[in-house]
């Protein structure tokens, strides 16, 4: 058999199987789907593929001054007011708020800024330990357990968007485990996205009235992000290094 | 040595005598009494207030648990990290639920300070327990373990079991 007979049967194949997906889907009554956001897994079976998880922020609705998704996650995760041996720049940052103003009319907006949950992601190519890992739906973690501290993570990240913890902790979250001299970064709130919940910040935000964070499965046709990306434009940050982000921007 | 001046020999005597103590010190405290080594089973800590089941203490045959303990949790570990099971027979917040017990002012002790479940054991064993370097010490949310029953009646921590059962009852409603 030919090469191109075989591509051509995968992709076939890749048809069919979007098509029986897409009838099953529809079955329910004309333009009514069963689309299940944020579906709870049992929590004995392992996260798949099938799904990617990603957060839309539209930059249109971020208030300038407002800070909620930060507070929200420093209250989920428990860093913040943790480290109080470090300095400033030191200090873990899970999420922050950045002003992005344009120089020549001044126009300024506010965005939030974490880590982008990239497709091809940086800090895991060069971690040393396997520590820095990709989860199969599209979550990038720290396995602190694996992770020894280098921070080469931190410098391959582009978005800045990891930490490194200096000093002892005490009080940390059962849910959220950090430690001294480990790397860690925004989780998507894995603890909650694994029992069928959203992110502190993007629960955070709707509670404020901005609705400027999405958050939801980006394979599936029928989320509330997917048909968002698909009706209007947005952008990855640093498009140009093709990490393909699960994070992504409209409005700048 | 013959050219050895009396100053020289009283240094050497003094010397020699010196080395000597320590050895005579042990000689005199192995003849006082002689240390054995305290047994496990009188080892003290607090009892959880709750038992797995019925038929169960812990989640595993307390034989088994004393044992295995560390491959449970790092079985469950890399399962959790990596793939996202969350199942909560081996998750380390719900020994750290079941085990840390309140103080005297109502607040949970650190499962790992001195006196308590993990501490105890582990300075007995001489094992140092990495594991709280990151996680909780410390209960923070109500128990998920489906399978929570016989509450010790007998049990001195009322201030613990009068909490669970009021978690256990919160937790019904919510479901």
Same mark, same amino acid.
């Given at each position: 058999?030919? +090469? $191109? @007979? ?15 997906? !897409?009838? =099953?889907? &529809? ?57 109080? +041996? $470090? @300095? ?15 120089? !020549?009319? =001044?126009? &300024? ?57 200096? +000093? ?85 | ?175």
């Amino acid at each position: 058999m030919s +090469e $191109s @007979s075989n591509l051509t049967d995968i992709a076939r194949r890749n048809f069919l199987a979007k098509a029986g997906a !897409a009838s =099953g889907a &529809a079955a329910i009554a004309p333009g009514v789907f069963l689309s299940t956001p944020a579906s709870a897994r049992p929590a004995d079976q392992p996260v798949s593929g099938e799904k990617r998880w990603g957060i839309l922020v539209d930059t249109n609705k971020c208030a300038s001054g407002c800070n909620d998704c930060v507070t929200a996650c420093e209250k989920e995760n428990g860093w913040g007011s943790s480290e109080p +041996e $470090s @300095s400033e720049a030191q200090k873990a940052q899970w999420i922050r708020t950045v002003e992005i103003r344009n120089k !020549a009319t =001044g126009y &300024a907006k506010t965005l939030p800024m974490m880590c982008q949950h990239c497709e091809t992601p940086p800090c895991v190519d060069v971690c040393p330990t396997g520590a820095s890992f990709r989860r199969a739906d599209g979550i990038v973690l720290v396995d602190k357990h694996i992770c020894i501290g280098c921070r080469y993570c931190m410098m391959a990240c582009p978005y800045k968007a990891r930490s490194f913890i200096h +000093e002892d902790l005490h009080d940390q979250k059962p849910w959220a485990p950090r430690g001294k001299g480990t790397v860690e970064s925004c989780t998507m709130c894995v603890q909650r996205v694994d029992a069928g919940d959203i992110p502190a910040c993007v629960e955070a935000c709707s509670k404020g009235d901005h609705n400027a964070l999405i958050f939801g499965d980006l394979y599936d046709e029928n989320s509330g992000i997917s048909k968002a990306l698909k009706s209007q434009d947005s952008v990855e940050i640093r498009a140009d290094l093709g990490l393909n982000t699960g994070v992504r921007y409209r409005g700048i | 040595m013959s050219h050895c001046s009396p100053a020289s020999r009283l240094f050497a005597l003094l010397l020699s005598l010196l080395l000597l103590l320590p050895l005579a010190a042990t000689a005199d405290s192995d003849e006082e009494g002689e240390t054995e080594a305290l047994p496990f089973s009188e080892l003290s800590f607090p009892e959880p207030a709750r038992h797995f089941s019925a038929e169960q203490k812990c989640v595993a045959p307390v034989e088994e648990m004393r044992r295995n303990h560390m491959k449970y949790i790092l079985h469950q570990r890399d399962e959790t990290v990596h793939e996202g099971i969350r199942t909560r027979q081996y998750s380390l917040e719900e020994c750290v639920n079941c085990h840390a017990v309140k103080n005297d002012e109502g607040e949970y002790t650190p499962v790992n300070a001195p006196g308590q479940f993990c501490y105890s054991c582990h300075s007995y064993a001489a094992v140092h327990i990495d594991c709280f370097q990151c996680h909780a010490t410390r209960p923070e949310r109500a128990s998920k373990l489906p399978a929570l029953s016989s509450v010790d009646e007998n049990h001195p921590n009322d201030g613990l079991r009068s909490d669970i059962n009021a978690l256990l009852a919160s937790e019904g409603s919510a479901q």
